[in-house]
């Protein structure tokens, strides 16, 4: 018999992205490297083409096997930035009770959540692919908690769909798979799901133009339902960002085993994976003053960061020496990070 959920545990006993990396090299150990770069070949394809709703991209074992040596370990860290966002805008005591992941898959949000948030909590996966989710539950079987607090369940991803109520849903990665009737459908539930003063969304797409339309798309829809922005906008106002001129999105450095280099054809021992985010809540979060939206300029004496602002506009901020700590403060600055310039103006 499995011991029960401590609902206060908040550090695991080891960091989940090791235990996640370990575990897919385990996994992936019996997959001839040629058969899954075949498969890899075959999922870029899908997923730069259109995918007809209702037929799922990871057929099969070696599909899966060579999704989660592909994208698993990106999707991972770009889900962990947008959660880790949400809980910097959340209040000090927000912890989800309760987790939905819907076109979960492989379980890539359920490990960046266990890395992120605080606690254990009961997590349902919803896919509607077999092999994912048969592949997902492998994967947690490394991590005791995940193993007994995930269940994985088959469920067509789109219209008419109803949600059990829940404190958190992250959609990461999948409204490309759906038409936009369901992609519609599919926000709505998850809006509907969340707890009223306490639940909270999170979306992730691939940082492009494309995604990004997703991404706004599935903001406008949460604050039409109530929602407030917790991340990246500082502001639940209209994105100031004219539509088709730009985009916004992020970055983060994922790190690349030597069996993920293998499978995906590079020598670096990283990539970068870009992504867009929206993290709405239900209850009135505390987002940051400004937000870094391109990666910074660094001159000779300065910095040149490009902002969102919460008034809802963007803006240029030059940080030159003579700012004192404030100059150490933007060479630290990254993309994505909030920007709060100590309370200075400059």
Not at 5 to 17: F, K, N, R, S, V
Not at 50 to 65: C, E, H, N, S, Y
Not at 86 to 108: F, M, N
Request: hydrophobic share 40%; with cysteine.
């Amino acid at each position: 018999m499995n011991a029960p959920i401590d609902p206060t545990e908040t550090t695991p006993a080891a960091e989940p992205a090791d235990t996640l990396r370990s575990a897919l090299a385990g996994l992936l150990d019996g997959l001839p490297p040629t058969q899954a770069a075949r498969a890899v070949d075959r999922l870029i394809a899908n997923y730069r083409g259109t995918t007809p709703t209702g037929a799922p991209i990871l057929r099969d074992r070696a599909d899966v096997a060579a999704y989660a040596a592909y994208r698993m370990p990106a999707t991972f860290e770009a889900v962990r930035s947008a959660l880790g966002a949400l809980r910097d805008a959340a209040p000090a005591d927000w912890a989800p009770a309760g987790h939905v992941d819907i076109g979960g898959g492989t379980g890539a949000a359920v490990w960046a959540a266990r890395a992120t948030l605080p606690g254990v909590r009961p997590t349902t996966v919803l896919d509607w692919s077999e092999p994912a989710l048969a592949l997902g539950r492998e994967l947690a079987d490394a991590d005791r908690r995940l193993a007994e607090s995930v269940r994985w369940e088959r469920a067509r991803i789109g219209a008419a769909q109803e949600l059990p109520a829940t404190d958190l849903v992250t959609i990461s990665y999948v409204l490309k798979e759906l038409t936009d009737a369901d992609r519609a459908a599919v926000v709505d539930a998850a809006a509907r799901a969340a707890h009223p003063g306490h639940g909270a969304v999170v979306v992730v797409e691939p940082g492009t133009p494309d995604g990004y339309t997703r991404i706004i798309e599935a903001r406008d829809r949460l604050i039409a339902a109530g929602f407030h922005i917790a991340a990246p906008c500082p502001h639940s106002g209209p994105c100031p960002i004219a539509p088709g001129e730009d985009w916004c999105h992020f970055s983060v450095r994922v790190s690349r085993s030597s069996l993920h280099r293998q499978v995906k054809g590079g020598s670096l021992a990283y990539e970068d994976e870009k992504f867009s985010y929206v993290a709405a809540t239900r209850f009135r979060p505390a987002p940051a003053a400004a937000r870094v939206i391109r990666r910074p300029q660094l001159r000779k004496g300065q910095v040149l960061l490009d902002l969102c602002v919460a008034e809802g506009g963007l803006a240029r901020t030059t940080v030159t020496k003579k700012h004192g700590a404030l100059y150490k403060e933007a060479r630290d600055a990254d993309w994505g990070d909030p920007w709060a310039g100590r309370g200075q103006q400059v």
